[in-house]
């Protein structure tokens, strides 16, 4: 095949022409979105997995979901040196901004943020946030981001928008911001405002969840992704081939599939080096 027109992707998180076996979290979340703007909460999504099974891939679906359907995003990838309270100002302050509150509404939310504690705003006519780190204890942070995301998700309602966060690595985020996290998402889904976060990590994930909060479960369902079965492992093989006017003859497809074990990364290994 023309290496050029090759149509398989075996990239860290690069989307493969081909998006086999992951239908029933694509509905999922799709499903969520149509909720959230009609003030109904829902699930999220904390996908888990190895590496190399697409969950990258997955958590930038859902990000183009929720943008094709008026929701502003915010999406990080997280490391081990990565402090979540600092991400998570840069991010609300940017999304306050894209909102294009009105002079009133703006005022409103301004006036609620400087009561906060950890976060400190830096601009009395922006939303530009600072932190100091004397005061980014636990409690401090888990008030203050409950009140972030209160007044984002309040404003966000005012203008019919919903607002999508999207992290990968989360596995990465320190236990006390996680819960802090946590609870400031069940906030506000518990004042029905349109704010959610899907997220993808290492399959330790529900585990820390549950230990963070012990109501992550009702927050969060959590999709293990694995290898394909055999289906969605030929269709990934075998239709972007297909869609170049290449074909597979069946013998290559079944020592293909005994080769990569449905594992979605080695497929587009195998599709890209035939």
């Not at 972030?148 to 928008?161: E, I, N, P, Y």
């Not at 992550?216 to 081939?241: C, K, N, Q, W």
Request: zero cysteines.
């Amino acid at each position: 095949m023309d290496p050029v027109k090759n149509p398989y992707t075996p990239g860290a998180g690069t989307r493969p022409s081909e998006l086999a076996g992951r239908d029933e979290e694509i509905e999922s979340f799709k499903i969520l979105l149509a909720r959230l703007r009609d003030a109904r909460p829902e699930q999220s999504q904390i996908i888990t997995g190895l590496r190399g099974v697409g969950k990258t891939v997955l958590l930038n679906t859902f990000e183009d979901l929720a943008e094709g359907t008026g929701y502003l995003t915010a999406f990080r990838e997280l490391t081990q040196e990565t402090s979540l309270p600092e991400l998570l100002a840069k991010d609300v302050q940017r999304l306050l901004r894209e909102l294009k509150l009105s002079a009133k509404l703006a005022n409103a939310v301004r006036a609620s943020l400087s009561n906060l504690s950890a976060f400190k705003l830096t601009d009395p006519n922006g939303f530009e946030l600072s932190i100091d780190i004397r005061k980014l204890s636990e409690q401090p942070l888990t008030d203050d981001l409950i009140e972030l995301f209160l007044q984002l998700g309040s404003a966000a309602k005012a203008k019919k928008v919903g607002i999508a966060f999207f992290l990968d690595e989360i596995q990465f985020v320190r236990e006390p911001e996680f819960r802090a996290l946590i609870s400031a998402l069940h906030r506000a889904m518990q004042k029905q405002l349109p704010v959610t976060l899907a997220a993808a990590g290492l399959p330790q994930i529900p585990r820390l969840a549950g230990e963070a909060r012990s109501y992550a479960e009702r927050l969060f369902r959590f999709p293990h992704l694995g290898a394909l079965d055999e289906p969605d492992a030929r269709a990934a093989l075998v239709i972007p081939a297909e869609r170049e006017g290449a074909a597979y003859e069946e013998p290559a497809i079944k020592r293909a599939l005994e080769l990569t074990q449905g594992y979605p990364f080695y497929i587009q290994e195998f599709g890209k080096h035939i």
